[in-house]
């Protein structure tokens, strides 16, 4: 199958940091690609929806400025945690919708942790 | 907005055959139904995919039966690999992609 790729796979930072991960299909275009947020044995949470080239769609809840979004080709989007606090703290999951087979792929994740 | 609910947990021994089914009332028209396998710090991993009636890959077998309404992921011969966490989804693609809760699928040998 496709492969989606994340950077970094976890990171810890300091409070009051902002902190960008990447997501990048390697093998595949993506007009949509998706971010996830997963606590400790919670399910994944879908934060946001974004399509190349438009602004994100958020989830009820999710603080667009703290949580910037930003797809700008086919192969790429950054998810950047403005100002993160511990609570922040999770694990973030992207996945990207192949515009040929319109198939989800998900990326590895990547561990944030904020102290 | 297609809601799935699936048991919270199973247990199952090693080269066993287990069911794990979904339920997913308000399915629409336009919604295929999607199986995830995810194993902790992981990102989910596909299994199979399904519009209607039946669909077998080299993993797993996944059962809809004519309304929809539900779905069932068959998985042959379990081994202790196979613990983790199956979500199943439903719904468009272009839309939306929630997660309901998932199964913790344990496998003892």
């Known amino acids: 199958g496709a492969v989606v790729s994340q950077h970094p796979s976890w990171v810890i930072c300091k409070s009051g940091t902002s902190v960008k991960i990447e997501c990048r299909s390697l093998?595949?275009?993506?007009?949509?690609m998706f971010w996830y947020r997963q606590f400790p044995k919670q399910s994944l949470m879908l934060m946001a929806t974004?399509?190349?080239?438009?602004?994100?769609?958020?989830e009820q809840g999710v603080e667009k400025d703290k949580f910037l979004i930003n797809h700008a080709s086919l192969t790429l989007s950054t998810l950047t945690v403005t100002s993160a606090h511990p609570e922040d703290s999770s694990f973030y999951i992207c996945?990207?919708?192949?515009?040929?087979?319109?198939?989800?792929?998900f990326g590895p994740g990547t561990r944030l942790t904020v102290t | 907005l297609a809601k799935t609910t699936q048991p919270i947990s199973m247990d199952s021994y090693e080269g066993q055959e287990v069911n794990i089914t979904c339920s997913h009332n308000?399915?629409?028209?336009?919604?295929?139904i999607t199986w995830y396998q995810q194993f902790p710090s992981q990102g989910p991993r596909f299994i199979i995919q399904?519009?209607?009636t039946k669909v077998t890959n080299e993993v797993a077998s996944l059962f809809i039966p004519a309304d929809r309404k539900s779905s069932t992921l068959s998985l042959p011969r379990v081994s202790l690999s196979d613990t983790a966490v199956y979500y199943c989804?439903?719904?468009?693609?272009?839309?939306?992609?929630?997660f309901g809760a998932g199964t913790r699928l344990t496998v003892k040998p």
């Open positions: 996945s990207g919708v192949a515009v040929s087979s319109y198939e989800q792929y």
């Open positions: 093998d595949f275009q993506a007009t949509t």
């Open positions: 974004s399509n190349e080239g438009s602004k994100a769609t958020y």
């Open positions: 308000n399915i629409a028209t336009n919604d295929y």
């Open positions: 399904g519009y209607k």
């Open positions: 989804l439903v719904g468009d693609i272009e839309n939306d992609m929630r």
